[in-house]
C-alpha cells in the first residue's frame, strides 16, 4: 500500500494530489493522514492503538513514547517473524513435499513386495 504523510506536510502546487486525507485516533490523539486508501489507513490507525494499548496494559506504563516504540518492536517482531516464515515457508513446502512422496513411493514398494511375496 502506499506511504502515509501528514497531512499538514506541504506539496508542491504543481504535482496533482492523489491521495485523500482521513482523520485517525491512536491511543488517544487524533491524526490527520494523507494516503490512496483512506479505508486501509484506519485499519492500520486501529492495529497500531490496539498495540500500544495491549503494551500499556502489559507494562503499565503510560509514557506514550515509550509504549510507541514498544509497539512499533512488537509491530517489527511480527513483521519480521512472518517475513521469515514465508521465506523459509516455501522452501519447507518443497522439502516436505519430496519428503512425503519419498514416503509415500516406500510405502507403495512396500505393499508391492508384499503382493508378489
Do not use: C
Not at 509497539?71 to 513435499?97: F, P, S
Request: hydrophobic share 40%; net charge negative; proline share 1%.
Amino acid at each position: 500500500m502506499g506511504v502515509l504523510i501528514m497531512a499538514t506536510a506541504t506539496k508542491d502546487s504543481t504535482v496533482k494530489d492523489t491521495q485523500t486525507g482521513v482523520r485517525v485516533e491512536i491511543f488517544d490523539q487524533a491524526y490527520n493522514l494523507r494516503g490512496s486508501d483512506p479505508e486501509y489507513i484506519s485499519k492500520l490507525a486501529e492495529y497500531v492503538d490496539a498495540k500500544m494499548r495491549a503494551v500499556a496494559e502489559a507494562t503499565n506504563t503510560i509514557d506514550t513514547v515509550r509504549l510507541a516504540v514498544l509497539a512499533a518492536l512488537n509491530i517489527a517482531d511480527e513483521y519480521h517473524l512472518l517475513k521469515r516464515t514465508k521465506d523459509g515457508g516455501e522452501v519447507d513446502y518443497q522439502k516436505r513435499a519430496h519428503l512425503l512422496a519419498d514416503a509415500l513411493d516406500e510405502v507403495l514398494r512396500e505393499n508391492e513386495t508384499r503382493k508378489a511375496g
